[in-house]
């Protein structure tokens, strides 16, 4: 009988806080407070004059809304949507990329971009790249042109940046898209230096999604500044078509008046407020005293609050799935106490920051702390799922991880000589620490090899990595390396040989020609195989594969220039600090592999064990492998 009592005593009581709280706590103008409403989207703030979203369309100018799209907010602008990838507020700039040709050379519908001239202005000179379809097939030979295909035609395009490629060309369609001028000089540079069709299509991807800058010319900046100055949320007012300041109490023209964020207004604020916070208290108390006497009318635990999101309920599953497996899970609190509250910085990336950390037991950690629109919930749980299968030497070491709502961290071992990429790329550098001998470049290159072969033996389950690159490969105080980062990892069953994917995953410069293209089908455990060729030639080269600084425009290419040094009568002593024979065979048998790794085929690669197996062999057992530059994309199945 008591427990009904108070129930009902409860539920009404809940009702009449309901209905009093909303009159109580908002005492400010319903668009002050809407407008003030933080909205992210991909890590981007949406303030004015953006709208959109959870912000209703008097937040913001009239054209100016932003959609977000998962990975990014997007505007539309005459019928085509653009990607922004950066927003400036304080000099009312844009960067955006054209949403069609991101990752995409062939949409469906040919538009060019077309400014609209009442709300948007170039914010210089943009370039144009000139894409042109359904060319005549005189044009392909040139690196400049691909195919597009999907299983009902065949579309020739052809591409020039600047408009001095002197071939006049007499295509079907042609649209222009503005790049930034560095971009478009990346361009004509490599094709200048002769790159291939491939290198090439990997600087088109680059123009295209590093996009443009665009002004916004509608608003005048100044307005606001002076409305946000006074205490007040820009916006704008749709009946009389002109700028709105809305202030705590009511809309204003321009600026709030001085007693609004003063005296009167702020006593009533602070009323609401408390009034508020004293009503919820008593709430809690109530429930709480309810809970406890219920309880022990019925003997049971005390369970408090229970509020699971999908993304709880998904950990749970996980961590019930693994049993004992199951990495520990960390508070966010005890995350923030192993770094020292995040004071020791080691790197960051798009995904977010690393912190040097400690743990209770002494032992040096990385924590990875996730930036909170990163992806979704499933995905971090995915990336948790997949290096808590792994333990070998040639993987890093994966110790815990936090998810508490949107903040999510991942706890590794720490690495005392950081990642490979600093070793690499060091041409110029006085610091002689960093230069790594043949021997240990050699045995880094096989200790990848052998974590990859790691991750697709799993008995079940194989991992597909999908981001080998130098960044992502850690190295111990031994220079042992440990591949790290499975952000991007995907777990396959033993019997899938091929995978689909959903979206491109990876790093320009590394992806396999077959992940990146959809002209491509069949990604697979060799796409993996192709990223490790490109990162063993880089490591070879002690520098970018594509590097525009170089002093010969025959070397802007290196895996094409060091091609051209296997063949007879060449050798490879012309690499950095060969000075033996044991080295320049060291140097040999990893050119040649990582060769026959970034075939544009995947089949023509060979498997990682395979890898594995030719670097431990003796070059003289290798065959020189076909140009990797010398195909043509209509010839690959
Ligand atoms: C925004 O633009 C202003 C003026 O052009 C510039 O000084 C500032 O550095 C820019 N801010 C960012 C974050 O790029
Ligand atoms: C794009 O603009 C060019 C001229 O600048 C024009 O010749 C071409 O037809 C336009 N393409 C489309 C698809 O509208
Ligand atoms: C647009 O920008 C160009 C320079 O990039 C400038 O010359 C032109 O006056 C601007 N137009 C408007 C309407 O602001
Ligand atoms: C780019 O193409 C547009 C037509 O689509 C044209 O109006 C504009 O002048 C071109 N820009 C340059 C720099 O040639
Ligand atoms: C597209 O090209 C491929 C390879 O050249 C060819 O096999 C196929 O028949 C072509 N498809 C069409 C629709 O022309
Ligand atoms: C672009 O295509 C149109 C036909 O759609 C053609 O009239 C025009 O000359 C082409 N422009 C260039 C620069 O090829
Ligand atoms: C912008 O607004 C300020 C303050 O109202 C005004 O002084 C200035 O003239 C305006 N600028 C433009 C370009 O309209
Ligand atoms: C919008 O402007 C009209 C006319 O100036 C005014 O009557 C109205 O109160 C304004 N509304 C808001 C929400 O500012
Ligand atoms: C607001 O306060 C400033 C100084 O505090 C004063 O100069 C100004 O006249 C006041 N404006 C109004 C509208 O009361």
Redesign the pocket.
């Known amino acids: 009988m008591l427990p009904n009592l108070f129930q009902t005593y409860s539920f009404f009581l809940l009702i009449l806080v309901l209905v009093h709280a909303p009159r109580v706590l908002s005492k400010n103008d319903e668009a002050y407070v809407n407008c003030g409403i933080q909205v992210r989207c991909a890590n981007m703030e949406i303030s004015y004059p953006f709208w959109g979203g959870k912000r209703p369309s008097y937040c913001g100018y009239p054209g100016y809304e932003l959609k977000c799209n998962g990975d990014a907010p997007e505007l539309t602008m005459m019928d085509v949507s653009y990607r922004v990838l950066d927003i400036n507020t304080s000099s009312q700039n844009v960067i955006v990329a054209r949403a069609d040709y991101w990752n995409d050379y062939c949409p469906d519908k040919y538009v060019n971009t077309t400014l609209d001239a009442a709300l948007f202005n170039y914010t210089s000179t943009f370039p144009n790249l000139t894409l042109y379809y359904d060319c005549p097939s005189g044009v392909r030979r040139y690196p400049n042109s691909f ?1 597009c ?1 999907d ?4 579309i020739s395009v052809f591409y020039t940046a600047t408009g001095s490629d002197t071939v006049t060309v007499s295509c079907m369609d042609n649209v222009t898209v503005p790049i930034f001028q560095s971009a478009a000089d990346d361009i004509e540079n490599g094709l200048a230096g002769s790159i291939t069709q491939l290198s090439a299509m990997g600087l088109l991807r680059e123009a295209l999604t590093g996009g443009f800058g665009l002004e916004l010319i509608a608003i005048n900046n100044s307005l606001c500044e002076g409305c946000v100055g006074s205490g007040g949320q820009c916006g704008y007012n749709a009946t009389s078509n002109e700028f709105a300041c809305f202030c705590p109490d009511m809309p204003y023209p321009s600026t709030c008046p001085n007693n609004t964020n003063t005296g009167l207004a702020v006593w009533k604020k602070k009323a609401g407020i408390s009034a508020g916070v004293s009503v919820l208290i008593v709430l809690f108390v109530m429930v709480g005293c309810f809970r406890i006497i219920k309880c022990l009318l019925a003997g049971k635990t005390l369970v408090f609050w229970k509020k699971e999101s999908e993304d709880d309920k998904n950990m749970e599953a996980f961590a019930r799935n693994y049993g004992s497996w199951a990495p520990k899970r960390y508070n966010y609190s005890a995350v923030k106490k192993m770094t020292n509250s995040f004071t020791c910085k080691l790197g960051q990336g798009g995904f977010g920051c690393v912190y040097k950390g400690k743990l209770p037991d002494g032992r040096m950690v990385a924590v990875k702390l996730l930036s909170k629109s990163k992806g979704n919930g499933q995905d971090f749980i995915n990336e948790v799922a997949s290096i808590s299968r792994t333990s070998h030497v040639n993987i890093v070491t994966f110790m815990g991880f936090c998810f508490e709502r949107s903040r999510r961290a991942l706890i590794y071992e720490f690495m005392p000589n950081g990642s490979l990429d600093k070793f690499i790329y060091n041409r110029g550098s006085s610091n002689e620490n960093l230069n790594l001998e043949w021997k240990t470049t050699y045995q880094i290159a096989v200790g990848i090899a052998r974590g990859l072969e790691y991750l697709y033996r799993g008995c079940n389950t194989r991992i597909l990595h999908f981001d080998i690159k130098p960044h992502n490969i850690l190295l111990d105080q031994n220079f042992i390396p440990k591949i790290s980062d499975f952000g991007l990892a995907k777990l396959c069953q033993k019997t899938e040989s091929m995978v689909s994917m959903s979206h491109v995953r990876g790093t320009t410069g590394y992806i396999a020609p077959e992940v990146f293209c959809r002209n491509f089908r069949g990604v697979s455990h060799k796409s993996d195989v192709y990223s490790y060729g490109m990162l063993v030639l880089e490591m070879v080269g002690g520098r970018k594969n594509i590097d525009v600084q170089v002093s010969h425009s025959s070397q802007i290419h290196f895996p094409t220039w060091i091609y051209k040094q296997l063949q007879p009568g060449k050798d490879l002593t012309v690499l950095r600090s060969i000075t033996n024979e044991e080295e320049e065979e060291t140097a040999r048998k990893m050119v040649l592999v990582s060769l026959w790794c970034i075939q544009p085929n995947p089949s023509d690669r060979p498997s990682i064990d395979k890898v594995v197996e030719m670097l431990e062999g003796s070059s003289h057992l290798l065959e020189i492998p076909p140009n990797p530059f010398m195909f043509s994309i ?2 690959t ?1």
């Not at 299983?151 to 065949?154: E, F, H």
């Open positions: 195919t295909s299983t009902n035609t065949n209509q010839n199945p």
